[in-house]
Structures are given as structure tokens and as C-alpha cells.
């Protein structure tokens, strides 16, 4: 059978290598033409496009780059008209991959949707679209199912969350290698901080995380930086403070962390599953805030909060994210009740997630409903 995959960007590639592995044990005559990055390059098939090719974030970068993205929507078609496939797998990316769809729903292509846009969280009325252009759908988060089924009358797969295989699948690391490679000391605990992957995030949240550094000399603050992002600009921020950074190595790091400094985003489920106690954080502008508080209703920021409908870890949101609220939380992190008492939680945060095998399980449905 012959598979297009489109997936847009870093996590995308991730979860696209776990489920091209289970595409190729499910059907080993698999024909893959894809989308994505190295991860699913080492896998096989044939890459057509890069996703560092297609990262534009905000809406200026996007307005900048529209010859571009149009460009690229109109390959796409052609390459995929060309292919030929028998299914198109879309991995979420959904401004691109939405538009695609259209297209290909039209033409008669099937069309499965892994991972699918949070449109729960907002731009609910993309749900006319969703319906009309998608075959089938995978969701990963277990209250998406009652979203599409019981509130807009859709039927979805719940597969379980990739995150679970990715991390399960990983090369585990030890302190003593983690120091080691990196020149750290073996004796003091480490405290993760994951201020993002964008520039914006990372400038507004870095300073404020690394506020509290000289409040805990008996730990070594360990900054994951972004792939994305060069060293020079991580440091111009960072200055003088006894921190470490590493890139490019942040499942090496919550491997070995002690408690962490989360801004709000997938990182904060990967910390909970990975069993590291968090605080979350988020600073943006005032004005972008003031938007995204009237047409984002949620309860929470974090996916750990809102899958498990309650707050179970501290979310510290605009005013609150202060030095003297983060220095308050982290202090709550290092004691070892509160600790034991969250990493209870973690666990049936991950029997709600459904354990591991979300990329075989969408493989298989994929196979089945071609």
C-alpha cells in the first residue's frame, strides 16, 4: 500500500518515525512518501520536504512568508497527485495540513488525521471542516473523544499518546553519564528548566526562571535549550548565572532531574511522564494575554491539569509567574511529600493516557480502514 505523510514540525517528525516503524511491521510492502524530519528519514520511505522548510510561527513570520507557504501548498498537491497514494496520513500541523485535506477530500483520497488540532481549545468551528474532510481520526488525549463524539456527534479513535512510546522507547540515562558528559557535579540535585522552543517564550521566561538560581546553592539549575535556537542567545539571557545549558538533549535531562521549571506546552506532559515534579509557568505580552484569555476557555494552561481535570501541578500564569511565586512552588517541589504525593498522580495520569502503543494501534487502524 502506498502512504503520504505530512508532518510539519519537530514533534511531528518524532511521532511520524514511531508510527512509519509500526506502518512497516503492519504492512512490510509499505510504500511511505513523507513529509518530516531526520527521526523519519532513519526510518525509511522518501523524504520530499524538510520541516525546518516550513516553521513559520506568528502571524507576522506567516504574512512574511506567504509566497512561500503557498508555494509549498501547491507541491504538494502536485507531489501527491503524482504519488498517487492509497492514503494520505496528516500529522497534526493543522493550517497546513487542514488546507491539504481539503484538497485531497475533494479528489477522492482518503485521508486520516493522527494527532488531531486542538480546535477543543479553540477555533471550535473548525469542526464543519474536520467533518468534512477527514475519513478518520486519531486522538491522543482521552477527553478529545467525548469532544467529537458526545458534543459534535463525530466518531474518533482514542490511540493513546505517542509521548508514552516515545519516551518508553528512549536510551535511559544515568546521573553519573549525565554529569559526566556534561561536567556536572554527581552530588547536587538538578533542577530542569524548559523555558520553550520560540524566541518569544523563551526570552519572556528564562530571565524569571533563572531569578531564583542564587536561591538554591545546593542545586545545579540545567537550562534544555531548543534545537531551534542558538547557544549566543540562550547565554546573552542567561549572563553570569551558574547555569548550565545543553540543546538538543532534553529527554537525557528529565531523566536525571530532580524537580523542574515548565513553560506551558507538551513539556509539561513529557515532565509528568517522565515523573519530575513541575511548576508550570507563562509570561506573554499583556496584549496577547488580554486575547487569549477571551477566546481560549479553559480551565487550565498545562495538558497534565487538563487532562487530569483538576490542578495537580501548580500553573503560575502572567502576574503570577514572579520570583518570589517560582522561588515559593520550587521550594513545595523539594519536599518529599508533596513530592511522593504528585508523582502518585503522574501514574494514574498515565493509565489515563493509555499506556504505551499509540503508534501501533494507529497503524493498525490505518491499515484496516485504508
Known sequence: MKYYIIAGEASGDLHGSNLMKALYEEDPQ?????????????????????????????????????????????????????????????????????????????????????????????????????????????????????????????????????????????????????????KLDNQKPIIAVLPGSRKQEITKMLSVMLSIVDDFPDYQFVVAGAPSQEASFYHSIIGDKKVTLIQNQTYKLLDVAHAALVTSGTATLETALFKVPEVVCYKGSWVSYQIAKRIITLKYISLVNLIMDEEIVTELIQDDCSKKRVKEELTKLLDENYRSNLIQKYHLLEQKLGGIGASKKTAQLIVKNK
Not at 513523507?34 to 510561527?57: I, N, P
Not at 502536485?78 to 485531497?104: C, H, S, T
Not at 467529537?148 to 519516551?167: R, S
Request: net charge neutral; charged share 25%; proline share 4%.
Open 30 to 182: 509499505a510504500d511511505i512518501r513523507f513529509w518530516g524530519g531526520d527521526l523519519m528519514q532513519s526510518v525509511g520511505g522518501t523524504l520530499v520536504k524538510h520541516y525546518r522548510e516550513l516553521a513559520f510561527m506568528g502571524f507576522a513570520e506567516v504574512v512574511l512568508n506567504l509566497k512561500t507557504i503557498l508555494s509549498n501548498i501547491t507541491f504538494c498537491k502536485q507531489d501527491i497527485e503524482q504519488f498517487q497514494p492509497d492514503v494520505l496520513v496528516f500529522i497534526d500541523y493543522p493550517g497546513f495540513n487542514m488546507r491539504i485535506a481539503k484538497w485531497a477530500k475533494e479528489k477522492g483520497i482518503r485521508t486520516h488525521y493522527y494527532i488531531s488540532p486542538q480546535i477543543w481549545a479553540w477555533k471550535e468551528n473548525r469542526i464543519k471542516a474536520v467533518k468534512r474532510d477527514f475519513d478518520q481520526l486519531y486522538v491522543i488525549l482521552p477527553f478529545e473523544k467525548d469532544f467529537y463524539e458526545k458534543k459534535h456527534h463525530f466518531p474518533v479513535e482514542f490511540v493513546g499518546h505517542p509521548l508514552i512510546d516515545a519516551i518508553s522507547n528512549r536510551k535511559k540515562t544515568t546521573l553519573d553519564d549525565f554529569c559526566n558528559e556534561f
